[in-house]
């Protein structure tokens, strides 16, 4: 198989294979494997679809833990 990349998203792989300790292949191939594992389908009804799933359940307050995390 042979992609095309402009020369920044090309520049941005190598240094996540680099920081990754592999192969601009490997990271290439993980990359593709990750998106090739993501279901197919509309994005708006996967959306609703876990917001269902999580009707219901109790929710933090993400900006108190937001707040937290910044004064660690």
Do not use: F
């Amino acid at each position: 198989m042979t992609i095309s990349l402009d020369s920044e998203l090309l520049h941005r792989l190598e240094q996540h294979a680099r920081a990754h300790g592999i192969s601009l292949d490997d990271e290439s191939r993980g990359g593709l494997e990750t998106a090739a594992r993501m279901p197919v389908g509309d994005p708006l009804a996967l959306a609703e679809e876990v917001s269902r799933k999580l009707a219901g359940r109790p929710h933090s307050d993400s900006t108190l833990l937001i707040a937290q995390d910044r004064e660690r």
